[in-house]
């Protein structure tokens, strides 16, 4: 559980983000997402640090679509059953954190800020080397 700043706890700031109007609940959410995103990067940077330096082998993250055949209960009957909550590359990146999003289900809030000042999608899209 987090620790509370002086003065500050759940219920207050649940009271005060009730209090004010929608644009800057969006607005407060944004960023509070951003610096959510950040330190989570920087979580995962450090227990990848801790796991190769147990393992002493250097730490990638694994993305895997593969099909994978499964007994469908029937007359002897299979069917390819597609891997559930398979990981699919990112196709885009913030820059500043290293932050990456695949381009599916709700936008992040460094994205929608992006595109909030005027910016472009494809401004942040992952460069592909070519024959790849």
């Known amino acids: 559980m987090a620790k509370a700043v002086s003065g500050v706890n759940r219920r207050n700031v649940k009271d005060w983000f009730q209090g004010l109007d929608l644009e800057n609940q969006k607005a407060v959410l944004g960023e509070l997402n951003g610096v959510f995103e950040s330190v989570k990067v920087g979580h995962i940077e450090k227990l990848k640090a801790q796991l190769e330096e147990l393992t002493g082998e250097p730490v990638g993250v694994a993305t895997s679509s593969v ?13 390819l059953a597609r891997k559930s909550g398979f990981k699919i590359p990112p196709k885009y990146i913030d820059k500043a954190t290293g932050t990456t999003w695949a381009g599916r289900g709700v936008r992040p809030a460094w994205v929608e800020a992006h595109l909030k000042k005027g910016g472009k999608l494809d401004d942040l899209l992952i460069k592909k080397k070519r024959g790849r």
């Open 67 to 79: 099909m994978r055949r499964a007994t469908v209960k029937g007359p002897g009957r299979k069917k």
